[in-house]
């Protein structure tokens, strides 16, 4: 089937490759694999410089989840380098200061230890070849002697004017002169680059068990926060054993949960039973039966996603062949029944994947939750925090509901294929409740019509969920998709929305195709981000 050409081709490498949302970030992973260091030095380097120029979406105030295939081992495992709640994070603490929801933004919105410092520590203890020093100093070069400011951090400057005015440093960081950034315009971030050196220099330990970890949790009790250092020195990530389903003849992986990376294994699942092909490419009958296998797989999420320490997540029955015919045998293929609105799971993420010349494969995903976190950047350190926390509820009935030492429902999933054994496919997105979505529309893409992994990020996309401050579960559709299709969609039940073509509220995501027989790399990044792929 001959296939359109769109407006880029993917990258073709032998040696090695990366995709980033960054152009900065593929590079110095990038420069790391020709310097001999492994995917997980190129994985590590590029997040690093991810959370210099996308700190909107990403950094050491964050979480970080990522799949690793080792190959001399044949090994795929799972690291969880999420943080837990504060000791002091109860349901009461909120209650007696009169909340019914935990703040979104301010100090009270950063109740969960940053996670992703450690988990560039526990990747290279496992993979690492080159010192870990030398894997930040990209990132400490952009923040010391500044960058160009790329298109959506400075369109997220704008937007979330309100947040940044909350904290008097991150207003003066990213709305300096209280005007939003402008593209292309220089920012240094000196205090971010004190920090990374003291990481490069002494790995996690300043970050947790030293003065980087007073430092930020000072800040945040000086302003009511419940961190406290105890919290960071308790501090673990733990690798876990990946969750799987198969997919027309390939083994697709997740993290299991706390993420809700099994909801995207369910989706898969569900469409491995249905003649996708058969429906036709961006046909009706193809978003529907998608969006449908979607918003019965978050009925299973919202019922029980949360930290599998307290609560049972019953996976065993979840990810069953009987459960996937279960949840097919209830989608109408004509319409679209009444049905509540799943969970709110906005945020912003950054997405990763590289692959090296040893076929070493990392699969990385890291956020600070919302764009901007919580918005405060604690103290002098530069490091802006997470408000994962925020999504904990404050009913303690909820399964996902606060408790000290708990780590909280995450959003954020790296996924791959394995065919017979090897990796096929490294991918993710940014997007909350779309990452399962646009996860699917990858795979369905690639296995069932054919698109390499350009073709495949940039096709039309699609978001069932309430997300992004709507107030209903509407399914968003890009512009490009036929007036038609989205009139009959809306005819089915559907509350459709247009969004602009290219929109990043619709994700982007970047992937890398291992082609085993030709021993070639195709690497893909999504034009909706700042994204780039680079290969050698």
Sequence with gaps: MALPRTGRQPILATRGAVAAPHHAAAQAGLWMLQRGGSAVDAAIA???????VYPHMAGPGGDLFCLLWEAAAKRLDALNASGRAGAAATIDYYRARGHEHIPIRGPLAA???????????????????????????PAIELAEDGFAVPESLARWSALAADVLKLDPTTSATFRPDDR?????????????????????????????????????????????????PD??????????????????????????????????????????????????????????????????????????????????VPLDRLLSPEHAAEIRARIDPARRPPAPAPVAAGGDTCYLCAVDRDGNVVSLIQSVYFDFGSGVIAGDTGVLLQNRGSFFSLDPEHPNH????????????????LKEGRPALAYGTMGGEGQPQTQSALVTRMLDFGYDVQ????????????????????LTIEDRISPDVAAQLANMGHEVRIAPNWSDSLGHAQAIWIDHGEGTLWAGADPRGDGAAAGW
């Design 46 to 52: 590029a997040n690093a410089v991810l959370g210099v």
């Design 111 to 137: 109740l969960t230890v940053p996670g992703a410092v450690d988990g560039w520590a526990t990747l290279h203890e496992r993979l690492g070849r080159l010192p870990f020093a030398e894997l930040l100093a």
């Design 180 to 228: 939003p950034l402008r593209i292309g315009e220089g920012l240094r971030l000196p205090r971010l680059a004190v920090t990374l050196r003291q990481v490069a220099d002494g790995g996690a330990r300043p970050f947790y068990h030293g003065p980087l970890a007073a430092q930020i949790c000072g800040y945040l009790e000086a302003h009511g926060g419940v961190l406290r």
């Design 231 to 312: 919290d960071f020195a308790a501090h673990r990530s733990d690798w876990v054993e990946p969750i799987s389903v198969q997919y027309r003849g390939h083994t697709a992986y997740q993290v299991p949960p706390n993420t809700q990376g099994f909801s995207a294994l369910q989706i898969l699942a569900v469409l491995d039973g249905i003649d996708i092909r058969a429906l036709g490419d961006g046909s009706i009958a193809y978003l529907h039966t998608l969006v449908e296998a979607a918003r019965l797989a978050f009925v299973d999420r919202d019922r029980y996603l949360s930290d599998p320490e307290f609560v049972e």
């Design 402 to 417: 606060l408790e000290p030492g708990k780590r909280t429902f995450h959003t954020i999933i790296p996924a791959m294929l």
């Design 455 to 474: 073709r495949a990020i940039e096709a039309p996309r699609w978001l069932y969920g309430r997300t992004w401050g709507t107030e209903t579960a509407a």
